[in-house]
């Protein structure tokens, strides 16, 4: 079950950060915190794109790095710990993107970001 877990993971990561870099650019932006770019030499379009490129990473080292699975477990849980304040700014801002356009359905998202990170932590250990 943890490997099937943990490849349908690899494959939404895959899927998630070719849509930061292909498709779904701008709807990615409205989850990019003002502060994260404000007197930075970067703009949001930058961040989606390098967060994007790091998704892909985490999805393709998930199904090619066998030995390293937990390591990148924990590192992909990290990530999605640290992609949160740009979900949790969506909601107080009130951006719409990918359907999430009110504050009920922005809100109810922010839930969804434990499900991620536990699902990254428990599909890469190993059954004791």
Not at 12 to 39: E, N, T
Not at 90 to 97: E, F, L, V
Not at 99 to 121: E, I
Request: aromatic share 12%.
């Amino acid at each position: 079950m943890r490997t099937v877990a943990r490849w349908v993971l690899a494959a939404a990561m895959v899927f998630a950060g070719l849509s930061h870099l292909l498709w779904a650019r701008k709807d990615f932006q409205a989850q990019v915190p003002d502060a994260l770019v404000d007197g930075m030499p970067l703009d949001k379009d930058t961040v989606v794109v390098a967060s994007g490129v790091v998704e892909v990473a985490f999805g393709l080292a998930l199904v090619a790095l066998p030995g390293e699975r937990r390591r990148i477990g924990a590192l992909l849980a990290a990530f999605f710990v640290a992609v949160f304040p740009g979900n949790l700014d969506q909601w107080r801002k009130g951006r719409s993107a990918f359907g999430l356009d009110t504050d009920r359905r922005r809100y109810v998202r922010l839930f969804f970001q434990p499900v991620l990170v536990a699902w990254a932590w428990w599909s890469t250990r190993r059954c004791a």
